[in-house]
Each structure stands twice: as C-alpha cells, then as structure tokens.
C-alpha cells in the first residue's frame, strides 16, 4: 500500500526531507508506520515520539488504520510542550499589533488585554542568535481558532484574536500576540493567559533555539 508521510520540524531533518513516499503493509496504522521511519531513518529512534498523527490533515489517534495514499503526518512535539477563520493568524513578517487589537475592539468592552511574546537574548546561559519558527499551518490555524473559540465560551469576552510569525525571528521581535476583549478586566486577563498557555501546548508550531555554538528544536530534548 502506497502513502506518503509528511514531517515537521526535528523529524523533518532527522528523515532529510519534508515529504517522502512510502510502501507499508494493508493495515497498518499511524503508529505502526512510526515504528516503520524509526527503522529506516536511526535520527528518528533518538527523538520524543509524535505528540500526534495527522492523516490527511485531521488529527487521529495512533491506532488508525491508514488507507491506499493517505497524508500521515507526523507532529512533533510543540514548542511550550474571529468569526469566519478571522481570530487565528500566522504570518511570515512582522505582526501587526495595533491590527490585531482592531480586531477586539468593541463598544461593550471596558478592557482590552494584549500579551505578546518576545525572542530573549539567552538560552541556559548561552546568547541566543535567531530563533526559527515553523508550523503545519492548516493545523495550527485550525487548533488557534479551537483554542480562541474555546476562551470566548469559558468567559464572557467579546472577541479574542490571535497571531503567530513564521521563520526567522531576532532577538526581540514579537513571536505571538493575543488581544481578548472584554466588559471586565478579569476575564479578558483569564482568557487570554488561557489562551497563550494552550496555544503553547496544543498548536503545531515547532520553535528552533540557534545559539552561539548549538541549536535545538524545543520539545524534541531526549527523554521529553
């Protein structure tokens, strides 16, 4: 049976390409077809196993069956371990904060909350040079807007936006923003640290630390 397997991240240089194809046995399942890589490519049997499987780009469980070419897709583990697909936005250049708080601007709303995440010059002692950002972007723009649509039905806010920049970033560019609005400060405060703390767990986006003398894909240190 003939799939193809698409990689992000550590997995991606640990197989030495973004896609390939392969033939695996009628039946096998996602994590099957793990086990399968980790023989062929021996970087792999050093690295986390997924943090999920993703065939034909909807999250699945390792025990599904795949079938004559499906998209697997391996999701390595991520970096923190609007209406109509407008909250959720990923981006190759600079964000735009003050659009983003456009967004969430509203009438009703007596606080405006913004977070943004910054690159920091260090890393465990060492300067940090750039940091390298990469996402399965119809996923994560897919679990963004999950993870908004979640804190607006957790609390009572009027609209919360979010945006995540792609590729290289420096030392003190903005790497995500959230803006959560809300009649009363302590929601909007609530949903959005709601919202940064899952967007970090949960969204596919994998973050590379450069710096002077390494670099790592966060989430993929052994034993993690």
């Not at 973004?18 to 996602?30: E, F, H, M, N, W």
């Not at 609007?82 to 981006?91: F, H, I, K, N, W």
């Amino acid at each position: 049976m003939n799939i193809s397997v698409r990689a992000f991240a550590v997995y991606r240089e640990a197989i030495g390409a973004k896609q390939i194809a392969l033939d695996v046995a009628s039946g096998a399942t996602a994590g099957q077809v793990w086990d399968v890589l980790r023989g062929r490519y021996p970087s792999l049997g050093r690295l986390p196993r997924p943090f999920a499987f993703a065939i034909n780009d909807t999250y699945v469980p390792p025990e599904t069956v795949l079938r004559e070419r499906d998209e697997l897709v391996l999701i390595p583990p991520v970096s923190g371990g609007a209406e109509g697909g407008t909250r959720a936005t990923l981006v190759t250049g600079p964000i735009d904060v003050t659009g983003l708080l456009e967004r969430v601007r509203d009438p009703q709303a007596g606080a405006v909350v913004l977070f943004l995440g910054t690159v920091r010059d260090n890393r465990r002692g060492a300067r940090v040079d750039h940091l390298e950002y990469e996402a399965y972007q119809a996923m994560a723009l897919r679990e963004m807007e999950r993870v908004a649509a979640e804190a607006a039905q957790r609390w009572p806010v009027r609209h919360v936006a979010m945006a995540h920049r792609l590729g290289v970033l420096q030392v003190g560019d903005i790497s995500v923003a959230i803006a959560v609005s809300a009649p009363h400060r302590k929601d909007a405060f609530e949903a959005g640290r709601f919202a940064i703390d899952a967007l970090k767990q949960t969204v596919p986006i994998w973050k590379k630390e450069v710096w002077d003398g390494g670099e790592l894909w966060v989430g993929s240190e052994p034993g993690t």
